[in-house]
């Protein structure tokens, strides 16, 4: 039986592609969010908005009402999968052969660059429009590490690269349009000062390329949750072993919420251990009454945050 994980894309008979959110499955369908419809022109992506309207208008079946998880997805039965588009064999099949365009040819040099570094590609794949052969030359790189080790150690090969200006740090123009694609309610100062310290995106040939981390820890599955409305809370990190996951994980010292986890990557390594955050988010209770918030209910994620606040150590780290 496959083995679907998040990042991966799935596409049913209508052309419809779905990615993943998460790789355990709820009555025989793949927990999913609709991102691109197959058109006679090529690909339309959907906004999540875009992507509901259509599903309630055409396509209700793939609507779905996550028990565990109280919010609604979109579900993909098994049986209506025509095909299972993998990041890591999609690497592989663009690096063993001529590029078909400028951003293949892009990703090659960047894999290679990353080789040359001494990473382990088998633990490297390529997912969002790159995935399904979505993309223009406007488009960015997407990629996803499968081992915590190799996630950090390509952080590292990127700041040695970047010092040798063997990639570019992003410009003016690319933060505008990363800021800008993620719609998140921070500023864009805000936004920037975040997101500078993650060494998890830089440029190559003036295209913006990013790394995620997707592990085989099943912590996040353990329990069931109930929602309770959006709050706001402030905090101090006490653990952030898992701030780079998907989702991403922090430990808080709140009197009664010790936990906040993220679904949207604009909140992965948002902040370290030590640091006082303002977090806002959806209140959770598990079935044995475990408080969390939860940032990222859809990848918009409006009024959802997590943000440092002042007195902010600059490290790198």
Known sequence: MNSFKPKDFIETAEGLIFAVVTEDAEA????????????????????????????????????????????????????????????????????????????????????????????DLRQLGVTGSLLIGAHNLHSDIDLVLYRREAFFKTRQIIKTLLAEKALEPLDESLWLDAYERRGCTLSYDEYRWHEERKYNKAAIASTKFDIGLLTADRWQDLLSYRKHGRVSLRSTITNDEYRFDYPARYLLDHPSVHEAVSYTATYAGQARQGEQVEIQGQLEVSSVGHLRLVIGTNRESPNEYIKVLPQRDHRVS
């Open 28 to 119: 025989q369908r793949i927990l999913s969010s609709l991102r691109y419809q197959r058109t006679e022109s090529g690909y339309r992506k959907l906004s999540t908005r875009e992507a509901d309207d259509l599903l309630q208008s055409r396509h209700k079946d793939y609507l779905y009402y996550s028990r565990a998880r109280d919010v609604r997805l979109h579900g993909v039965p098994r049986n209506r999968i025509v095909h299972h588009h993998q990041p890591r064999l999609r690497l592989q099949e663009i690096r063993r052969r001529a590029p078909g365009d400028a951003l293949e040819e892009k990703l090659q040099r960047l894999t290679s660059l990353f080789e040359q570094q001494g990473l």
